[in-house]
């Protein structure tokens, strides 16, 4: 049973930083990980992921050049750390392995298998 655990949400001041953590257990963990958050009323947005196998990774239009994703294969574990913090940052943000991770719409809900519990990020300006 593949199981992942988000860390690290919490309140951060606007343009600060802030470092999200997703542990992969159950896997061979190479599989492809990544990062939705949601805000009430609207879908999961895909924002960035990571092929653990290689070094493929891609982020999203919406945070490219303030969010970056990382792994650490030692600890099978994938960050996303976020630069620059904006109040519009602030929702529940998900970890996800899916089937796919791709260049051109990062990774979709439906292509997900297995999800975190979610972590909330809340933004002060």
């Known amino acids: 049973q593949v199981k992942l655990t988000e860390s690290g949400g919490g309140s951060v001041e606007a343009g600060g930083s802030l470092k999200l953590s997703c542990g992969v257990s159950?896997?061979?963990?190479?599989?492809?990980v990544g990062w939705f958050r949601q805000t009430p009323g609207k879908e999961r947005e895909g924002l960035a992921c990571?092929?653990?196998?290689?070094?493929?990774?891609y982020i999203a239009d919406s945070v490219k050049g303030r969010f970056t994703i990382s792994q650490d294969n030692a600890k099978n574990t994938v960050y996303m750390e976020m630069n620059s913090v904006k109040p519009a940052d602030a929702a529940t943000y998900y970890c996800a392995q899916a089937w796919m991770c791709d260049d051109s719409y990062i990774m979709l809900a439906e292509h997900v298998e297995y999800w975190g519990q979610g972590t909330q990020v809340t933004v002060s300006s």
């Open positions: 159950g896997s061979t963990f190479r599989s492809n």
């Open positions: 990571i092929y653990t196998g290689g070094s493929s990774s």
